[in-house]
């Protein structure tokens, strides 16, 4: 993991770099990684602040998804999941996702960590400005806090680099990123990659896991991100992507009075690589069209308010890209018949 980060870059690391010490912390799931990563933002901000140590608050983005045990459930900013089980982790605030507006003041000198998904999955499909990761990059510098890219479903060629933020210049990585869904296909794990100054300020004890890092699973995840990392997989799902989307495009414009076409953020299709979001003009339309394409075949999920989520495998060939789209045509048109708006 180590060395496929300093040849694709990320974490501070230009890619092709020898360079650049990175620590793995092994877990078992994604919000276990989230629990991870934000305990050690906390032991870093407090092992770096004064006497008394007051450097403990952490900040995530509405429509953010981190998990559901305590403290990644209190990263999520979600009514339906957070109220059953309040009060949850203190000393947490909540910005606006993609907005400089008072950036300043939602980041200062108590804060121990930021944690932002790179590409929202969950909250609806919404890629994050790069400018606006730099300024989040910028002002967690100025106030040394951490900063941790959630890449649990947009990492591992999921956007179409190893990492989703391996394109972006340096002042756009993160301090940490935490990982798990494809990392062992399917078998157990989570971990997060981090820098190794923020890896000097664990101790022996702070934290730990009976099974994380067990040799049968490291040993297939060493194996899947060896297979992931294939130049020819990579290719192939890159053509994938195209095609999805301009398939994607060619399905918005065939029904414009059922699915969005605003430029920015609401655009139709969004995403990165092979995670694809559609928004519809009425948000009871998305859950419409989840269950007409599992009755015709075909998976799909809904994200956000009102997004249709295409995630295909990795391996997806073009035939079964234009056989979904083809799925996808069919159950717009349904919706079509239904809802009045037939050609």
């Not at 799931?29 to 629990?35: L, R």
């Not at 991870?36 to 933002?41: E, G, R, T």
């Not at 008394?52 to 045990?69: M, Y």
Request: with cysteine.
């Amino acid at each position: 993991m180590v060395k496929l980060t300093r040849e694709h870059g990320g974490l501070g690391i230009e890619r092709g770099s020898s360079e650049g010490d990175l620590k793995v912390f092994l877990a078992n799931s994604g919000t276990e990684a989230n629990e991870a990563a934000l305990k050690f933002a906390r032991k870093h901000g407090m092992s770096h602040s004064g006497k008394p140590a007051t450097k403990s608050g952490l900040v995530s983005f509405n429509n953010a998804f981190h998990g559901r045990t305590m403290g990644a459930l209190a990263m999520t900013p979600n009514p339906k999941y957070q109220a059953p089980f309040a009060p949850l982790l203190g000393d947490v605030k909540t910005g606006h996702y993609n907005s400089f507006e008072g950036l300043h003041e939602l980041i200062d000198d108590k804060t121990a960590g930021v944690i932002v998904e790179p590409v929202q999955g969950e909250g609806g499909i919404f890629p994050a400005k790069l400018e606006w990761l730099q300024a989040l990059r910028k002002r967690c510098d100025e106030v040394k806090a951490l900063l941790i890219f959630d890449e649990i479903q947009c990492g591992l060629w999921r956007s179409g680099s190893l990492w989703c933020h391996s394109n972006f210049p340096t002042n756009a990585h993160p301090d940490l990123i935490t990982m798990a869904k494809p990392l062992a296909n399917g078998f157990p794990i989570g971990a997060v990659l981090m820098r190794k100054s923020v890896a000097d300020s664990i101790t022996v004890g702070d934290h730990g896991t009976t099974f994380g890092g067990g040799p049968l699973t490291s040993r297939i995840a060493h194996h899947v991100l060896g297979r992931l990392s294939d130049p020819a997989l990579v290719k192939s799902a890159k053509a994938a992507s195209d095609k999805l989307k301009a398939r994607l495009t060619e399905l918005r414009d065939l029904f414009p009075e059922l699915i969005r076409h605003e430029e920015g953020a609401y655009e139709s299709p969004r995403g990165k690589g092979l995670l694809i979001g559609l928004s519809t003009k009425d948000p009871s339309h998305a859950g419409r069209i989840v269950k007409l394409a599992r009755e015709r075949g075909l998976i799909v999920l809904s994200a956000g308010s009102d997004a249709v989520r295409i995630v295909p495998s990795l391996t997806v060939s073009l035939a079964q890209v234009d056989t979904a789209a083809d799925i996808l045509e069919s159950c717009f048109a349904v919706l079509a018949q239904e809802t009045g708006h037939a050609a």
